[in-house]
């Protein structure tokens, strides 16, 4: 009798018991385990780095809310150039020596430090670029400031160390937006500038390198 049923009835082999259901379940998580590992390679081989969150001027001390991060790959080229997630602590309150637009990517080479070891103001000094030196300052150069007051020339302050230049575009002494360049003073320096920047005449001499005033004004 049971040899009769187990006729009638014979068993499916293992195999057949697989449906197209069980392999498409199997594909995609077989799918699924690909991608992930992919995305955790991708994230082992890119490296975040800072960009600006918005439209920053120049002389803009920058701040963690004013950073945005993006990835990019580990093996770019220009990387070590540019400013990294472990270097933003650091770089806090540091100037930018040139404007950026939302979204740039941020360089080491276009921030300086807001001020000197002995605790310097900076302040932003307005001048046409062909008072000052025909717009070939940097950051890191020397500048003298000279004011005339009545056809007499005078230096108003020596030996200042520029921060941050801004992009030319010709605009005079007081117009917003226009070229001017960021140095580091004193409080009674500030003082002296501004009292230049209000009489409106005003040269910044390239200094770096150059004998200290009174020496050259001494010099036969």
Do not use: C, W
């Not at 004011?147 to 002494?173: C, K, M, P, R, Y």
């Amino acid at each position: 009798m049971r040899e009769a049923d187990a006729q009638k009835h014979p068993r499916r082999p293992f195999s057949r018991r697989f449906s197209a259901t069980h392999i498409l379940t199997a594909i995609v998580v077989i799918l699924a385990f690909v991608l992930n590992f992919l995305v955790l390679q991708d994230r082992r081989d890119t490296t975040l780095v800072a960009t600006a969150g918005r439209q920053m001027p120049v002389g803009s001390a920058i701040t963690a809310s004013d950073i945005q991060l993006v990835s990019v790959a580990s093996g770019f080229e220009g990387l070590p150039s540019l400013v990294t997630e472990g270097q933003l602590e650091s770089l806090d309150g540091y100037v930018l020596r040139e404007s950026l637009s939302e979204g740039d990517l941020i360089g080491r080479s276009m921030l300086v430090a807001p001020s000197g070891p002995t605790g310097l103001r900076s302040m932003s000094i307005p001048v046409p670029i062909e008072h000052a030196a025909g717009g070939s300052l940097v950051a890191g150069n020397l500048v003298d400031v000279v004011t005339v007051d009545d056809g007499v020339a005078e230096f108003v302050v020596a030996g200042l160390e520029v921060l941050g230049v801004a992009e030319a575009n010709n605009s005079g002494i007081g117009s917003p937006g226009g070229y001017h360049i960021i140095v580091a003073v004193t409080a009674e320096q500030s003082l002296r500038v501004a009292e230049a920047i209000d009489a409106g005449s005003i040269e910044v001499v390239k200094a770096t390198g150059a004998p200290d005033v009174g020496e050259a004004l001494a010099s036969p």
